[in-house]
C-alpha cells in the first residue's frame, strides 16, 4: 500500500496532547480537576462524538470508526459489504497498522490499497484510504477514522479516455497515410503470433481459448503494426462480445485471387442483420448499453477498415445474432507470392485445420 502522511500540526490528537503537557507543566487546582476528569472518562466505555454514527449512516463510502483497542465501533454498510469489516475487526492488516499509527501521533495518513474484492471482471477493488485522528470522542479517545473510497470506476473511466485517445490517434494517423507510404514484406505469421499475443490476457480472464490454424509462411507488403492493431481489434471483440469459456479461431489461408485472408471466427453474440452495414462507421455500436460494459468506444473497427484501405484490401464480415461472427481480413499477398505459390502447412496443434473459420470452432 502506497501511503502519503500530511502535516501533523492541524490534527485534533496532537492538539490535545500539546494542551495536557501545558497544563501538566502548571499543577493548579484546576489541573488535578482536569486530571481526575480525564481519569474517569478512561474507565468509561469509548462512545462515539455526537452525530458520528449518523453521519457514518448516510456516507455511500466505506468508513469505519476504530478505539484505542484497535476494536470497530462502527462501520458504513459499504465498508462490511466490501470485507473491510467484520465484526468489530477491521480486515486489512495496513488499515489496521494506519490507525495505530495514525493513533500514536495524530497525523491524518492517505494513500492506496487494493483488496481481493472482484469488481467489474476485476480481480481486486483498488481504495484511496484516508485515516485521521477523531477529535473530541467521550472517554478518553484515541478513536480513528478511517475513509476508503471505491477508485475502480474513476479508474475505468480514467482509462475509457486513454483508449479513447489512443484510438483517434491511430485513426486519424491511419487516414492521413492511406496507402502506407513505405510498405515492407512482413509474415502473417508474425501478425498473427503478435495480436494473439496481445490479447492472451483479456482472453484467459474469460476462459476463453484463442487458436490459430491454417496456412502458414504467407506475406504481405505493408506495415506490421498496423496490421497488428487490425487484427488484434477483430481479436478483442471476439472475446468481448462471446460468453466466456468459448472459442475463437483465427485461420490464415491464400485465396485463388491472389490474396492472403485471415479471420477471425467466434461463439459470441453475433450482430443482428440491420447493424451489419454500419459497424464499420466510427462510434456505432449495437447495443450501446452493454457496449459500455465492455469499455470500448466504438472505433475499433473503423481501425480495421481504413488499415485494410491503406493496405489495397478489404474486411468483410458473416454473422448471425446468437450464433457467433466471423470477421475476414484481404490483403494482396505479395507479388513472389502469387506466382510461386506458397506451401500450405498446417499452423498449429489444433486437430481441427480445415481452414474454414467456423468450422474449426465446430
Ligand atoms: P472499441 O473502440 O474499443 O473497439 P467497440 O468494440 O464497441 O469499441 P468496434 O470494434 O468498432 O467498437 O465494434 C463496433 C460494434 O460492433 C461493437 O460495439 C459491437 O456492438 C459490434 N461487434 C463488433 N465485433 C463483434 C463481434 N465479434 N461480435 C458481436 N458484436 C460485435
Ligand atoms: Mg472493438
Redesign the pocket.
Known amino acids: 500500500m502506497a501511503i502519503r502522511t500530511r502535516a501533523p500540526g492541524a490534527s485534533a490528537a496532537a492538539r490535545a496532547r500539546s494542551t495536557g503537557a501545558a497544563a501538566r507543566s502548571s499543577g493548579s487546582p484546576a489541573v488535578k480537576r482536569a486530571r481526575g476528569a480525564r481519569l474517569r472518562a478512561a474507565q468509561q466505555p469509548t462512545r462515539l462524538p455526537p452525530g458520528i454514527a449518523s453521519v457514518l449512516s448516510v456516507l455511500s463510502s466505506s468508513a469505519v470508526v476504530v478505539d484505542s483497542n484497535d476494536r470497530v465501533l462502527r462501520a458504513s454498510a459499504a465498508a462490511r459489504a466490501f470485507g473491510l469489516v467484520k465484526g468489530d475487526r477491521l480486515m486489512v492488516s495496513e488499515l489496521a497498522a494506519l490507525a495505530r499509527q495514525v493513533r500514536r501521533d495524530g497525523e491524518i495518513r492517505e494513500g492506496e490499497f487494493e483488496v481481493p474484492v472482484p469488481r467489474f471482471g476485476g480481480r481486486s477493488t483498488s481504495f484511496a484510504v484516508r485515516v485521521a485522528p477523531l477529535g473530541g470522542a467521550v472517554g478518553g479517545g484515541g478513536l480513528v477514522l478511517v475513509l476508503a473510497e471505491d477508485q475502480t470506476e474513476s479508474r475505468r473511466v480514467a482509462q475509457r479516455l486513454t ?1 479513447l485517445v489512443q ?1 483517434l490517434i491511430t485513426l486519424s494517423r491511419i487516414q492521413a497515410v492511406e496507402p502506407v507510404p513505405d510498405p515492407r514484406p512482413v509474415p502473417l505469421d508474425m501478425v498473427v503470433a503478435e495480436a494473439v499475443d496481445r490479447c492472451r490476457m483479456k482472453a484467459n480472464a474469460r476462459g476463453i481459448a484463442l487458436t490459430s490454424v491454417g496456412s502458414s509462411g504467407l506475406s504481405v507488403l505493408g506495415d506490421e503494426d498496423l496490421l497488428v492493431t487490425a487484427l488484434r ?1 477483430l481479436l ?3 472475446v ?3 460468453p466466456e469459456r468459448t472459442r475463437v479461431v483465427i485461420t490464415t489461408k491464400r485465396t485463388s485471387d491472389g490474396h492472403a485472408e485471415l479471420s477471425v471466427a ?1 461463439q ?4 443482428p442483420e440491420r447493424d451489419l452495414e454500419r ?1 464499420f462507421e466510427r462510434f ?4 450501446p448499453a452493454r ?1 459500455r460494459a ?9 481501425i480495421v477498415k481504413h488499415v485494410m484501405a491503406a493496405h489495397n484490401g478489404k474486411v468483410t464480415v458473416r ?1 448471425a445474432e446468437g450464433a457467433g ?1 466471423t ?1 475476414t481480413l484481404f490483403v494482396p499477398l505479395r507479388s513472389e507470392q502469387v506466382s510461386t505459390g506458397v506451401a500450405l502447412i498446417p499452423q498449429t496443434a489444433e486437430p481441427n485445420s480445415t481452414g474454414n473459420a467456423q468450422e474449426a470452432l465446430k
Open positions: 483508449n484510438d481489434n478483442e471483440n471476439a468481448a462480445y462471446s467466434d459470441g453474440i453475433g450482430i459497424i456505432y455500436r449495437v447495443d457496449s465492455t469499455g470500448g468506444t466504438g472505433l475499433g473497427l473503423a454473422s461472427s470477421f
